[in-house]
């Protein structure tokens, strides 16, 4: 057997173990060398162990004080729900989903977990292609997914303001505080010795075990509902069971469908969960045709307008967030600037094809554009070419029909094959870009350039300075009647609260609604 072989088979073999564990009869004595009995976790170590929720880590060891990364949070999740069996990976592509963690080993003991927990709703990745499985859970995202729990299994999810009486409450995610609020109020997380609640501090192995034991009162179902519930939220705008509309978006929308969906369910039939968007150009035309009530997008195109003209239908669109086109290249590319006049000899003319005529280095410039039914290409459209197409050497051969292949190509063109005479030219959009974790590989391979000597920052985009700065839309038809579930979720979405989640996303909530 090769020697990578050999090590995988092992490591496996190793991670069952640290999972499984020794099950011993319930009552027999703690098989763990490393807890005193006399240890305020103790009682909790043993309660967990008991109920197979978390086993220790080798060696008749607990590990207590050591943190617990996210993996393992999944596979604690994974042992609540009694390990259901996941799809297939054929039955995944069936349904839709496409799960692209690339750090997450096919082969490792935390594959499972993770996919069930993300496939179920109760955990995201830290970025688009990452879960970050070793990561420490920190004490509001552990909350956040026991919360995610609860809703998906039917358990109370009613809760005060509880949380708000810790000194370091403002100090914890937007995104997190309900469920914060929550885990408080059910007596399920509590302050530290000095009256901290500790939002974004690693969570301890046994803090993770006292938890589950307070958590154990409220959370009595452990099946994950296969159907939807309106949240309280929901019904107090009007929306009840069986009555949300049909949205979608495009793909840098997406995260606003999806947070839309979660706002207004408590759990919800995975078949009907928005894991994917229609693009741009697409969820205009299910508009247009009836397919869908209302969509999330950038603004309409002059295909977009045409097409509804020539279907006797009007839309009416509301500005919700700010967003602005950004041209992209290779963070070691040290050109800077461009210009409106140099993009549209760029990609109508294919007239400059080299980096020094827009001040940069003597090397190739290769222009990679998007497909014509995308956002990104709406906004190159409507704000820089003006109707203009793309050259047609530009679009038959180096043509990116995704947002994140478009970041992918702009950062790794240079160098592929051995060829480091070029750097690539990309356009994308400055939220979507934006929203990349700081510090995740390939935010730090991409650099924006300045638009007309104006760089694009949140300032420039907020104040307006940036030149091409546009905004997503909530787009329905006019036609739609008052006092329809339709016309309810759009109040919802221009009003204070929807605003707040888009924020806590990444998005620029605008402010002329």
């Not at 690339?102 to 977990?113: E, H, I, L, Q």
């Not at 708000?164 to 007596?187: C, G, I, M, Q, T």
């Not at 793909?251 to 894991?275: G, I, K």
């Not at 239908?313 to 950004?326: D, N, P």
Request: net charge negative; hydrophobic share 35%; proline share 6%.
């Amino acid at each position: 057997m090769k020697k990578k072989a050999l090590k995988r088979v092992v490591s496996l073999l190793l991670g069952m173990l640290l999972l499984v564990g020794c099950a011993l009869p319930a009552g027999a004595a703690s098989p763990f060398t490393d807890v005193n009995k006399d240890a305020w976790y103790a009682p909790a170590v043993e309660y967990v162990r008991e109920r197979d929720w978390m086993n220790g880590v080798g060696n008749n060891q607990f590990a207590p004080q050591a943190t617990l990364d996210r993996a393992t949070f999944a596979q604690i999740l994974y042992n609540l729900a009694g390990q259901p069996e996941l799809p297939s990976e054929e039955d995944f592509l069936r349904m839709g989903y496409v799960i692209s963690f690339g750090d997450v080993n096919p082969a490792s003991w935390y594959k499972t977990p993770i996919y069930w927990t993300y496939w179920k709703g109760l955990a995201t990745g830290t970025s688009e292609f990452e879960f970050s499985p070793g990561l420490a859970v920190t004490r509001e995202q552990m909350a956040q997914m026991l919360y995610r729990y609860a809703q998906a299994t039917g358990n109370d999810v009613t809760f005060t303001q509880a949380a708000e009486k810790f000194p370091d409450y403002k100090e914890s995610s937007d995104w997190a505080r309900d469920a914060l609020n929550w885990a408080v109020s059910h007596n399920i997380l509590a302050g530290d010795d000095n009256g901290n609640l500790n939002p974004s501090a690693p969570a301890t192995r046994a803090e993770v075990a006292q938890l589950l034991k307070n958590a154990a009162p409220t959370l009595t179902k452990h099946e994950v509902w296969e159907y939807a519930r309106p949240s309280q939220r929901s019904l107090s705008i009007g929306i009840g069971e069986g009555e949300y509309p049909k949205v979608d978006g495009s793909t840098s929308t997406l995260p606003l469908v999806q947070s839309a969906y979660q706002a207004m369910f408590e759990t919800w039939d995975d078949s009907l969960y928005p894991h994917q968007a229609s693009k741009t150009v697409p969820s205009y035309k299910k508009l247009i045709g009836g397919e869908v009530d209302l969509i999330l997008t950038p603004s309409p195109s002059q295909e977009v307008l045409d097409l509804a003209q020539a279907a006797g239908v009007e839309l009416e669109t509301h500005k919700i967030a700010l967003e602005a086109l950004v041209f992209i290249t290779s963070a070691k590319n040290p050109t800077e600037n461009i210009t409106g006049d140099q993009v549209r000899e760029i990609y109508t003319q294919y007239g400059i094809k080299n980096w020094k005529e827009l001040g940069g280095p003597d090397k190739e410039l290769v222009p990679l554009c998007r497909n014509s039914d995308s956002g990104s290409q709406s906004q190159l459209d409507n704000m820089v070419l003006k109707g203009e197409p793309i050259h047609p050497d530009i679009y038959n051969n180096l043509l990116e029909t995704t947002m994140p292949g478009m970041l992918w190509d702009t950062a790794n063109y240079h160098g592929r094959e051995g060829n480091t005479g070029c750097y690539a030219l990309g356009y994308t959009l400055f939220a979507y870009l934006s929203r990349i974790p700081e510090g995740e590989y390939l935010g730090e391979q991409l650099k924006m350039l300045s638009y007309e000597g104006v760089a694009p920052t949140d300032e420039t985009v907020l104040n307006g300075e940036y030149p091409l700065v546009d905004g997503y839309y909530v787009v329905l038809r006019k036609d739609t009647p008052e006092g329809t579930p339709t016309r309810k979720l759009l109040h919802w979405m221009l009003g204070e609260d929807f605003a707040q989640r888009m924020e806590a996303d990444g998005f620029f909530p605008a402010t002329d609604q």
